[in-house]
């Protein structure tokens, strides 16, 4: 089964361990994954709000690149590439005067894109519908029982519009069915589905703090050993910033934040560290005790740590970097 495959900025950054862990998996599943030449970021989500014709020949782009290399099916991991690369796909479908100006602005470069030539998909989505769970199962041989895990899928991959009708929107159960397959104590998450807040982070910590404060105490009300996600973003805001929402409100919260990838391949005996896993802010050192796993001493990588400046650095607008 080969793919088209974008893995998108942040799995080339912050979430490189999920990068890690979707092509650890990818082989003993029968994917093959090739990455898509010279893609571009997405663009997130604050591009589009700035400048709509812009960003959508941005994403067109990657769009129009992968089609040239002859690909059908494009993945994208991440949950926010996938929403743009599908979103601008079905948009230049449904609109031919914005299908006319991105392929404009795509001229210019040599590229045009025509609107469902690709096939857009979440990596979730193929692990359920080509890879299944039949042969999921078929592939375990370190089983993670006794581990109690919580999916979250976040709000990006649920949207009723561009999902295609594969999840349902406020109880999608495709990740815990794998989750029992692989043998863990799957948490019937209320939350799974809530926001993590995006860039709230960067906008207003007070309200971030609470966003994640309540989908971290829903978690541990549970007695959950990890969460298990599908999206770079989600994990960064609940792994990443657990310290902050901890400082805030004077809570303990220590739940570490792993990437679905990197929980298949825990069952399929792939070692921790070729999944990413130890450069996580909240250690799973202790949930992996719980399955006989440990990462070496030696070898794990040091945790990403925040600074304490909260803020994101910005390009400077005034005549010093116009000149």
Known sequence: MQYGYYPGCSLTRSAEPYDDSARAIAGPLGLEFE????????GATEYIALNKPAAYALVA????????EGHTELVAP????????????????????????????????GLHYTPDTLKIRHFLDVLWEDVGLEKLRE????????L??????????????????KYDTEHPDHMDRMLEAMGANVVDFPMKTRCCGGHMTQISAPTAAEILRQILQNAEDYGTDALVTICPM???????YQGLVNRHFGTKFHIPVLYICQVIGLAMDIPPEKLGIGREVVSARDALR????????????????????PSLPMPRVGTEARS
């Open 290 to 309: 719980k399955i006989g796993s440990k990462l070496p001493e030696e070898e794990q990588a040091p945790s990403r740590r925040r600074k304490e400046d």
């Open 139 to 146: 592939k375990i041989t370190h089983p993670l029982t006794g």
């Open 148 to 165: 109690k895990l919580a999916p979250y899928y976040g709000c990006l991959i649920v949207r009723p519009e561009l999902n295609g009708g």
């Open 35 to 42: 990455e898509v030449d010279d893609w571009n970021c997405c």
């Open 61 to 68: 782009r990657n769009l129009a690149l992968a089609a040239e």
């Open 78 to 109: 991440c949950s926010a590439c996938y929403l743009n690369l599908r979103k601008t796909n079905a948009y230049m479908a449904k609109h031919p005067d914005l299908a006319g100006k991105t392929n404009e602005a795509l001229a210019a470069g």
């Open 234 to 240: 989600c994990q960064l805001n609940l792994d990443a």
